[in-house]
């Protein structure tokens, strides 16, 4: 919206002005998605104010996302946590006696406490979809908390941590987040009830909007005192009313209170709480064999129960819910529903069984589109391919019962998974877990320094259907992002490629909360704040002003597949500026643009706009024409130009577009949209017609290198477009090249190649792949089997990779010859230079030193030691130093090779060490860390000289959570990580700290420092 006074006018006046975006044709897109025929009118109206002055504003073209064509790839998902949104129920907000104390009054310190639940709903949901919130910010799925009932009571938490004692400190931790159930096949209270979820889910569909479910696979909720009182499972202490009813400032730590008030040998764990069959459990509960905390498939998350997954023995219903059916008078119902499941799907009755039951009530009930799946590494796959199998079952069986209300007949069910982690790399979450996307945790640090790189590598899930991942900024478990910079923060979001989830508040700059209380324990919980509705009472608030901008970039990533869902094009880097085409079944779309411009801006379009093309620059509402390959517009204060089609004319585009290709024929789809037929020329010759989607053939019989050049052309009453795309062919025999100089603080380097085609992934070896060779001077190189196509590489060695973990390969093009050099990736010219080079550069040694001379592209090699008589060698030759040297004394050695033209000479010093002691590692486990190991390498020698095999060698336990470690003899310098087999110091990708030779050392608090 913008307005402008216009003086001396004194009739009323309304203009209205007709702008068309790209026109969309009907047809399901490859990801599940559906798209419309949607041409948007704009109006520009002019009204007399009474003062005189005229005030004109341009409609945003707001429609209902029900009629805007939609894909998953572009989806913006909006992730709100129910409880922390809005409350449109105030009568629920007590529910099963949550902050109530046993006379039934609100417990002194519950309001607005961090763990309690503030009154969030799905009647307040509801009623933001009745505002058109979500719609005006272009959202088109909702993430909401699961919805079951969770555990009545609380958990206690305290300021310091689990072991804090009585301290002022306490608050009560309930399950507001969702993920500590009680009871599946029940929507919780607090949220609403089943109609109310009906409502919401309805009210969304009605609005175009998909409904994503947060499940658990993984565990349920923790005991509580309220529960086990209730339900009468577990024994529970004298006194323990006094404490849970009595002062929340009291409430100790959790670890604390499981001592305390928790009778531990109750025989009523194991017959009238989950069952030893259905859950384990590291609390040391009577009759339940006690499971390690951790996060492997078979631990016990944060000491939460943990659902036997993997389990294939059948099992009855667990003793909980039995008796809690059986006081609701549901029981009969309720196990009519899970045995008409179990046979007519014919599945065993194990424990996964039973929750994929109730989870998938949820969508062949109400009909979500979703799951988000909390902690999917901790679950076996196996268990995951069962889920998503049977959530797919049942949203066909939905669509099928309930045809009216389907949103797209052809789309499929979506599920995300949460690894922690987790970057844009495919793996076997899709192809053995069955996950349509992964959460991508490396997209969170993105900034205008690093946004190019970060697409580039988002923009490989737009070359594989069968590939997504959710990126995000802000989330409840790990970081807000920056609240000075959320303008940046949302343009990086909503323009990035693939699915983007926005955080609930992060378009109103919601702020932390409970900052003081929250430092190193809990600080989750400062995400976690009311969204700040009040803040948006003031139009020129903060919160207002970054909500415009938000809903701008949301509409236009609404409006336009080819945002998320699109091939990326970089077209100029200052302003940073991209293309993203979208020519899918049928379907066309095309955007630029810009980000980081100023002022009058010339942002090239050449490739996506031809000239004499109308365009508008959706952010402003500003319109020109191309010109030259330029579209002219001036740039609004947040610096982003996003421009789309301001016309009917028609588009035309080939798919592929120009590549090089190496078999004998080429097959290309011809596009045409806004006109019946198009027309085709190759290499300049006669113009031949064609229709939409029709497909010709290139290339055969043509040599190596022919280059084919199409140009394809439409023409409709509002104008004609052309496009000129070009193919190589190229040898299918080529052998590709790449080679490594090792960084500083690398080992001896391996490298890992891989290819993905359609889901599928074609390895050279195995992580961590082959062996390179040295070239001498650092350098390493490896030549590709022949033909191996579309390479990725990745350099590893056993503690560092490049690019980072979870971040996708370089791109070695078919036949080309790379480099990676001080951080570059690029084209690499061989010379062949003479290069002498040795196994071991200065260091000390003791008693005496073996060395391997190596010399490359010569004629003549020799060494000389200490200045001495220079000795001819041969490339490979060893020769050893220091044995009847005197400790302290140094010793160098010169090396020069030569071809008769130029020559290489070099020098290293060694210096000979008495015999030392060991040293000695100390580790201060840093809370929450399970079982300490410590992993000891050396990698300055190959192969890499290791203590024991990753995850290392167990450390011996001081007291006070202090442990040690003192290497074998025979090591010197050394590098240590330390892990639990979940968390590892320093993190992954890292080097490990250094270890020298008989020191000692100790990490204390983040701190690496001598002990």
Known sequence: ????????????????????????????????????????????????????????????????????????????????????????????????????????????????????????????????????????????????????????????????????????????????????????????????????????????????????????????????????????????????????????????????????????????????????????????????????????????????????????????????????????????????????????????????????????????????????????????????????????????????????????????????????????????????????????????????????????????????????VLSYISSHDDKLYNRDNLINGGTSLLLAPGTVQIFYGDETARPLGWTDRFSSNYTDQTYRTFMNWSDLNNSNSKASTILTHWQKLGQFRANHLAVGSGTNIDLSSNPYTFGRTYNKDGVSDKVVCAIGASGDTNVTVSSIFSDGSKVRDAYTGAMTTVSNGKAVFTADKNGVILIEKADNSPDVSIHPGSKKYYEDTLKLSLNVSGADTGTYSINGEVEKAFKNRDVITIGKDLPYESVTTITVKALNSDGSATQTYTYTKKDPNFISNVYFKKPGNFGTPKVYIYSESDGIIKEVAKWPGVEMKSEGNDLYSYSLPKAFSDAKVIFNDANNQIPGSGQTGFSLENGSTMIYDNGEWKNYVIENNPQASISKESCDFTDSLSLTLGAKNSTSSTYSIDGGIEVNYNDGDVITIGKDALVDDKITITLKVTDGKKSDIKSYTYTKKGETKAATVYCRKPQGWGTLKLYIYDDTQSPVKEVAKWPGVEMKSEGNNLYSYTLPDGWEDAYVIFTDGKNQVPGSGQRGYKLSTGSKMIYDNGTWKVY
């Open 1 to 468: 919206m913008k307005s402008k006074k216009i003086q001396n006018i004194v009739a009323s006046v309304i203009f209205f002005a007709t702008l068309f975006s790209t026109t969309m044709v009907s047809a399901s897109t490859g990801d599940g998605g559906k798209s419309t025929n949607n041409s948007t009118q704009n109006i520009l109206k002019v009204n007399i104010n009474n003062d005189g002055s005229v005030k004109y504003s341009e409609s945003s073209a707001k429609s209902s996302n029900s009629k805007k064509p939609f894909a998953w790839k572009n989806a913006t998902v909006y992730f709100e946590l129910t409880d922390r949104f809005n409350n449109g129920d105030t009568s629920n907000d007590h529910s099963y006696g949550r902050g109530l104390d046993q006379n039934g009054n609100v417990q002194a310190g519950y309001t607005n406490n961090p763990g309690a639940f503030q009154g969030g709903d799905l009647k307040g949901l509801t009623q933001k979809l009745n505002d058109g919130y979500f719609t005006n910010l272009g959202v088109n799925a909702i993430w909401i908390t699961a919805p079951y009932e969770q555990i009545h009571g609380f958990t206690s938490g305290n300021d310091d941590g689990g072991n804090a004692e009585n301290n002022g400190k306490g608050f009560p931790y309930y399950s507001y987040h969702g993920y500590w159930a009680l009871d599946y096949s029940n929507i919780d209270a607090n949220m609403g009830t089943v109609d109310d979820f009906k409502t919401f889910v309805d009210t969304a569909h009605s609005k175009g909007i998909r409904v994503v479910m947060d499940i658990v696979l993984n565990h349920v909720g923790y005991t509580t005192m309220k529960d086990a009182n209730e339900y009468g499972f577990g024994g529970l202490a004298s006194g323990w009313g006094k404490y849970y009813y009595g002062s929340l400032k009291d409430l100790v730590g959790g670890a604390v209170e499981a001592k305390k008030y928790y009778n531990l040998d109750d025989s009523k764990w194991s017959t009238k709480w989950w069952g030893t069959d259905f859950v384990r459990s590291s609390a040391g509960y009577a009759g339940y064999p006690k499971a390690s905390e951790g996060a492997g498939w078979t631990d016990c998350l944060a000491g939460l129960p943990d659902i036997k997954t993997e389990s294939t023995t059948e099992v009855g219903l667990p003793p909980l819910l039995e008796n809690k059916w059986k006081k609701e008078g549901r029981y009969d119902k309720e196990m009519a529903s899970l045995n008409s499941f179990f046979e007519k799907r014919n599945l065993k009755r194990t424990p996964r069984n039973y929750v994929i039951k109730w989870l998938t009530d949820y969508i062949r009930n109400y009909g979500i589109d979703g799951f988000r799946c909390d902690t999917a590494n901790q679950v076996d796959l196996d268990s995951w391919a069962a889920l998503n199998k049977e959530a797919r079952v049942a949203f066909d069986e939905y669509k099928s019962n309930n045809p009216d209300k389907v949103l797209d007949p052809n789309a499929e069910f979506w599920t995300v998974g949460e690894s922690w982690g987790h970057g844009v790399n495919k793996d076997a979450f899709y192809t053995q877990g069955g996950f349509s996307s992964m959460i991508n945790f490396t997209f969170k640090d993105v900034s205008t320094s690093n946004i190019k790189a970060k697409y580039d590598t988002l923009s490989k899930v737009n070359d594989d259907d069968n590939f997504d």
